[in-house]
């Protein structure tokens, strides 16, 4: 793209002052600066300017209702891993990891899934995910492709991580990374914001941006060459979900679900998660901070909370509805940020308060798209602690703590009794269950 070519996109929405500074720079921040606006699609813009004019928009939820939610246990659970397992046989099953957020609450330099988590060995995160798919391709003698989105910040470090570590014991080859997009931050009144003469601000477009990302990437239809029916959807900082789980696989291929969540009771009604309520015939994630008092606090016949079961985002998507939606536009939410942004004078200054919106989309959005959808309750100790704080509540503390309990629990299901301040971890490709560890026979002795 040349310096007409860039003027004229810019025209087309109306943010010529991107290239206000354009004198004032050298050859090297020119053909970055070029660079960024060959990738501003002036229609993406109008539809930011469109979102900003809405305003942030408070769907009206009173109406919502609690989702039927089912607990598997004895020989409907003993079904669904039957189910799942054939999956997973047969080849049909991947695993999509959303690896491109920037972990600003955490404050760890690098991607999040390079964070050293393991209690012992201080392996990332990105090990524990990977680990638990070669368990499962291992187990189940068929390759369980794996995707990992990520964004333009962090994918060459991500890929540098799996380079660096063999992979974690996977084929390259069944390893495919894929870079999210990036929306311009906008002021109230729809200008794009340079954070630097020659530099436009970006930030990712939200964990949403997969759809887009997987048709863009070749991904979808990679997915598709490869016969996957079943995606297994996960979030890089929560290293205790059970990647492929064949209950919560086989359960979704039972309901004939497009879109299937595995959902987990609050701790407590005001916590911040989200829930997805049934209007009508059609299900919708519902943000904790759309939620009332009194729909925290309802309680149902049986005394327990009526919305009682939040999502942490641990889905299964069926391939083909990925891909029928990966083409839609998605919307758009707002988030008023503090942005470094140039002064009139060509100065960079970095704003004491809010002074400009992100744009992002949400994954959960396309909810309402599905023609069917199936909710399955999951203990969230055996499977949800997420990192997300430095410290305090959700933070690499009492994650940590929470992996080895469940660990833990495994070895006295075999008997061996683990006691508590004692340092532990087992690799996922050893075990990703108590069945493992007996099979493995370090039990033997104990039983
Ligand atoms: P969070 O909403 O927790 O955001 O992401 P984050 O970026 O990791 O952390 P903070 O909010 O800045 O502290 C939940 C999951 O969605 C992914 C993250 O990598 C994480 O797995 N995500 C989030 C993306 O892949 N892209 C995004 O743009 C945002």
Redesign the pocket.
């Known amino acids: 793209m040349n310096y007409a070519e860039a003027e004229k996109v810019l025209r087309k929405c109306g943010q010529e002052h991107v290239l206000a500074y354009w004198k004032k720079l050298g050859g090297k921040e020119r053909e970055a600066l070029l660079g960024q606006i060959a990738k501003i699609d002036p229609k993406s813009v109008r539809y930011c300017q469109e979102a900003l004019a809405k305003g942030a928009e408070v769907p009206d939820s009173s109406k919502g209702r609690a989702p039927k939610v089912a607990v598997l246990k004895g020989r409907k659970l003993a079904e669904a891993v039957a189910v799942g397992e054939k999956e997973l046989r047969a080849g049909r099953v991947a695993a999509l990891l959303?690896?491109?957020?920037?972990?600003?609450?955490?404050g760890y330099d690098g991607p999040?899934g390079c964070y050293s988590i393991g209690p012992i060995t201080g392996a990332p995160l990105f090990y524990f995910h990977a680990r638990k798919i070669l368990a499962r391709t291992v187990r189940y003698g068929r390759t369980i492709p794996f995707y990992v989105?990520t964004?333009e910040a962090n994918n060459e470090a991500t890929v540098r991580c799996f380079e660096e570590n063999g992979y974690f014991g996977l084929n390259p080859d069944d390893v495919f990374f894929f870079t999210?997009g990036m929306w311009p931050g906008m002021t109230k009144d729809g200008k794009i914001i340079m954070d630097a003469p020659g530099h436009v601000f970006m930030s990712?477009?939200?964990?949403g941006?997969l759809l887009a990302a997987l048709k863009r990437s070749g991904a979808l239809a990679d997915m598709k060459r490869r016969g996957i029916r079943s995606v297994f959807f996960f979030?890089?900082?929560n290293p205790l979900v059970e990647v492929a789980d064949p209950a919560f696989i086989g359960y979704h291929v039972m309901e004939k679900s497009e879109y299937s969540l595995k959902l987990c009771a609050k701790r407590e009604p005001k916590e911040k998660v989200g829930m997805p309520m049934q209007f009508g015939k059609t299900f919708r994630m519902v943000e904790y901070t759309e939620m009332t008092d009194e729909q925290c606090n309802r309680k149902g016949r049986d005394g327990r909370l009526y919305f009682l079961y939040g999502s942490p985002?641990i889905h299964v998507f069926d391939r083909a509805f990925l891909d029928r939606e990966a083409s839609k536009a998605m919307p758009l939410h707002l988030a008023f940020k503090k942005i470094p942004f140039v002064d009139a004078k060509g100065k960079v200054v970095k704003p004491a308060e809010p002074n400009g919106y992100k744009f992002?989309k949400f994954i959960f959005d396309v909810l309402p798209n599905a023609r069917r959808a199936a909710f399955l309750a999951f203990d969230q100790k055996d499977e949800f602690s997420p990192v997300?704080n430095a410290e305090g509540p959700d933070s690499p503390a009492t994650c940590r703590a929470d992996m080895q309990a469940k660990w833990r629990r495994w070895l006295a299901e075999c008997g061996v009794d683990c006691p508590e301040g004692l340092p532990l971890e087992i690799d996922p490709a050893y075990a990703v269950d108590a069945a493992d560890i007996r099979a493995n026979g370090v039990c033997l002795g104990a039983e």
Not at 98 to 106: C, D, T
């Open positions: 959303v690896a491109g957020g920037q972990g600003s609450r955490l999040k989105m964004s999210q990712p477009d939200g964990h941006g979030q890089v900082d985002a992002e997300k």
